[in-house]
Nanobody, 127 residues
Framework: QVQLVESGGGLVQAGGSLRLSCAAS????????MGWFRQAPGKEREFVAG????????YYADSVKGRFTISRDNAKNTVYLRMNSLTPEDTALYYCGARSIPGSSNWYLTPSEYDYWGRGTEVTVSS
């Protein structure tokens, strides 16, 4: 069993920054793929960024490329999402997902490809 707990969300002005954290526990994560998704009111959950735990290979949605950075800390079993130059369009509930099913891809873009989820942390960007 895997537990994921997100933190770090909040209210920030446009142009500001936040760092989200996803603390993982319950199983070794060396073979997992971790992803950040977000869901705005009335919209579907969308992929933001992903990282392969073992190699640190990363992948980003075009909408956040160059502004967001995903990273992981092995010692803390934690995945981070650094978000810079935030805009009101980034306002959403941000979720951390873990994929434990083996695979060779460097990206998994749909929620159905992940088998564990946290409860989310809310990010609100004011204009």
């Amino acid at each position: 069993q895997v537990q994921l707990v997100e933190s770090g969300g909040g209210l920030v002005q446009a142009g500001g920054s936040l760092r989200l954290s996803c603390a993982a526990s319950g199983r070794p994560f060396s073979n997992h793929y971790m992803g950040w998704f977000r869901q705005a009111p009335g919209k579907e959950r969308e992929f933001v960024a992903g990282i392969r735990w073992s190699s640190s290979s990363t992948y980003y949605a075009d909408s956040v490329k160059g502004r967001f950075t995903i990273s992981r800390d092995n010692a803390k079993n934690t995945v981070y999402l650094r978000m810079n130059s935030l805009t009101p369009e980034d306002t959403a509930l941000y979720y951390c997902g873990a994929r434990s099913i083996p695979g060779s891809s460097n990206w998994y873009l749909t929620p159905s490809e992940y088998d564990y989820w946290g409860r989310g942390t809310e990010v609100t960007v004011s204009s």
